[in-house]
């Protein structure tokens, strides 16, 4: 130490420290020609530095920062923070900042700043040719001292915590010593592909210079065994779209006797994807497990930014994640899939506050926010659910063995879409499937669908001889029948059927795809309903779920609640009523998302000419009396355009349990006359 230049009073009690807490095993210290030791004497100077810089009282017994891996030291004495397992996955933001300074320091403070100056402290150890070990952790570290002391920095590129500053660091020297010698980097089984770009992909990246080290063990040092060559291997697999968040395997793994062979990041995600859809079989095509590890990335980094006690704020989601509400600057083409990141026109003062991240609580694929735009205002509380669930006694009965071959497609696999006979799944529909391969509506069974929703005078009315909705407001003496339109149903591919869960036959059950957002209107109709991304004709946007109740049930629960609750309007399962002589009140069933429900329950109404419209959708069960209601969209529909459905009110009817509001729908065809 003296050779160095470090005089006795600093070494003393840092020696003392160290022996024990490696319990007094000198070799541990003397090893590397003392590396340990003036390490630990180095990292209490700069952090002695750090506390002064910061106006604070170094106290007497401020514990030097020993916290760092040592490969001497046999595991179970490595501190437990140290103790890092094989092959973890971490999330590692690169803007974070550590309270920990172990390791390596970065070195780039002002050299004035004495008595202990790091730049000193730099240059004795780059005297000290011998210094080997590279600790990644520890590198990650080290950032945060960069981010600490880039005000005295005078170049400015040093400032920059993360990638910029290691690689700084490594151009210093401090480094990348002995680490990786050349002739061994073959024995990295999975070379560099590419590298430089930083963000939103992932990247299938190895950063060989930063991540991966091989450690050449000396004689004597502990585990792993003397002359083995331990590899350190970091895999980032995912990134947040700012590349500021990243998903990676770290693997630390000795070369021999344990002939570990890695692969690449690319393999490793087919690999686990392919896993991961055979053993859950209800994923859709599209699931990606890329976009999956991606949006991790996103969300901690949003979660990051946004919770503040509990209640989620984010000015910066709102400044760079949403889309600009000038359309005018936006590609319409079909593949403007997201948008384009850019700032809203919010006005000078007005913000944009985020109240929930994502209403789904993850129930859902995709996450789905709600903002408050203009006041603040809170939706009314509500159990989100991505399913219908059956409230009491209506009777929804499922199950394989109710489903006749006929009604199903056994013998079919893969993709129903592609046969060129269309199976028996196609039979409801005309002998045509609904969908097409890109998995929108068919065109002509889109119009015709509005055509009969439109013009429900014109032949599409039926009428019951006794009709569960009279007999529910009146048992004893029910009125006559107001009529319920007929309906064209979509019959999807399900458990029964043969083909895989790719098949185009089946786009309702796989959930929500689009990108949607809740936010509060501007002209009194409350909360709504909006995508993020253009939608084209006939795309599917989201089921009406709620709860599953009778009539009855329904007529109970809104003679029991008050005028004043706000009521989500409930949807009647009625669409084949008319196949039914006399319908018992538990089959006569319809869907209430006034307590449980999806983001459907905020889509607002808009007479005739709304963008969405209902179709009856028939999954698990071969009648009719239950069904899923699903939104389809009846023109391309712009981005932050409100999504609309025609509620299909009779606003003129005074005795529907559910008294109309006064529409503000806006549409020239309202059919609220007394606005
Ligand atoms: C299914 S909810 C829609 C979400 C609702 N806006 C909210 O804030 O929760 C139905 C309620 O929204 C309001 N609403 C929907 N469409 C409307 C319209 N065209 N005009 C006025 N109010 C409307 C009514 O209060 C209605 O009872």
Not at 13 to 28: Q, R, S, T
Request: aromatic share 8%.
């Amino acid at each position: 130490m003296k050779s160095l230049g470090l005089p006795a009073e600093d070494v003393k009690p840092v020696l003392k420290k160290l022996l024990m807490l490696y319990n007094k095993k000198w070799e541990l210290i003397e090893e590397d020609n003392y590396r340990t030791l003036a390490d630990a004497i180095f990292e209490l100077a700069d952090d002695k530095i750090k506390v002064e810089q910061k106006g604070l009282i170094i106290k007497e017994d401020v514990e030097p920062p020993y916290k760092k891996p040592h490969i001497g030291l046999p595991e179970d004495q490595i501190p437990s923070s140290l103790n890092r397992g094989k092959g973890i996955m971490e999330l590692e933001g690169e803007s974070q900042k550590s309270s920990s300074s172990g390791g390596i320091n970065a070195f780039t403070k002002d050299p004035s700043n004495n008595p202990h100056d790091p730049a000193r402290n730099e240059s004795i150890r780059n005297k000290s040719k011998n210094l080997i070990q590279v600790d990644s952790a520890n590198v990650k570290k080290s950032s945060y001292a960069e981010g600490e002391s880039g005000a005295h920095d005078a170049n400015p590129k040093s400032r920059l915590p993360g990638l910029h500053s290691r690689k700084q660091r490594i151009k210093n020297g401090c480094e990348t010593k002995i680490s990786v010698e050349p002739g061994e980097k073959q024995l990295i089984d999975f070379p560099p592909r590419y590298s430089g770009a930083t963000s939103n992909v992932r990247q299938g990246l190895i950063e060989v210079p930063q991540h991966s080290h091989m450690l050449k063990l000396s004689k004597g040092s502990g585990t792993p065994s003397s002359h083995e060559t331990k590899f350190q291997c970091t895999h980032r697999i995912a990134s947040s779209s700012c590349g500021h968040v990243h998903l990676s395997l770290k693997c630390d793994h000795v070369r021999e006797p344990y002939n570990f062979r890695g692969t690449n990041s690319d393999e490793l995600l087919r690999f686990v994807e392919r896993k991961y859809k055979k053993l859950y079989k209800n994923v859709g095509p599209t699931f990606s497990l890329e976009k999956l590890l991606n949006e991790i990335c996103e969300s901690y980094k949003e979660m990051g930014d946004d919770s503040v006690d509990g209640v989620h704020r984010h000015q910066e989601i709102v400044e760079t994640d949403r889309p600009e509400r000038n359309m005018g600057n936006r590609s319409s083409g079909s593949d403007s899939h997201y948008l384009p990141r850019q700032p809203m026109d919010y006005g000078a003062k007005k913000r944009a506050v985020l109240k929930v991240l994502d209403i789904t609580k993850g129930t859902e694929k995709t996450k789905i926010s709600l903002y408050d735009d203009i006041g603040n205002e809170d939706p009314t509380s509500f159990v989100y659910i991505p399913e219908n669930i059956i409230y009491q006694s209506g009777y929804v009965h499922v199950s394989l063995a109710r489903i006749a071959n006929e009604e199903c497609c056994p013998s079919c696999t893969g993709d129903c879409l592609s046969s060129s006979i269309p199976c028996a799944c196609a039979g409801d529909t005309g002998g045509e499937f609904a969908y097409t391969p890109g998995g929108l509506l068919q065109q002509k069974f889109l119009r015709s669908c509005i055509s009969m929703n439109q013009e429900p005078q014109n032949q599409h009315l039926f009428y019951c001889q006794d009709c569960p909705l009279e007999r529910a407001k009146n048992a004893n003496r029910p009125k006559k029948c107001k009529g319920h339109l007929l309906r064209k149903f979509i019959k999807e591919c399900w458990r029964k059927c043969g083909c895989s869960m790719d098949c185009g036959n089946r786009v309702v059950q796989r959930g929500i795809t689009r990108k949607l957002e809740v936010f509060l209107t501007s002209k009194g109709k409350g909360w709504a309903v909006r995508a993020l991304e253009e939608l084209p004709e006939g795309a599917f946007v989201c089921e009406y779920v709620g709860e599953i109740l009778t009539n009855m049930e329904l007529y109970e629960r809104n003679k029991q609640s008050s005028g004043k609750d706000k009521h989500v309007y409930p949807v009647l399962l009625d669409a084949d009523w008319a196949t039914e002589g006399v319908l018992k009140d538990e089959d006569a069933l319809c869907l209430d998302a006034t307590y449980y429900g999806n983001v459907a329950r905020f889509i607002n109404h808009r007479c005739f000419d709304s963008n969405l419209l209902e179709i009856p959708v028939q999954v698990e069960t071969p009648d009719r009396h239950y069904y899923h209601i699903a939104f389809f969209t009846k023109r391309k529909v712009n981005a932050l355009e409100e999504l609309t459905w025609d509620y299909g009110i009779d606003f003129a009817d005074h005795n529907h349990p559910i008294k109309a509001f006064k529409c503000l729908c806006g549409s020239e065809l309202c059919r609220d006359k007394k606005r």
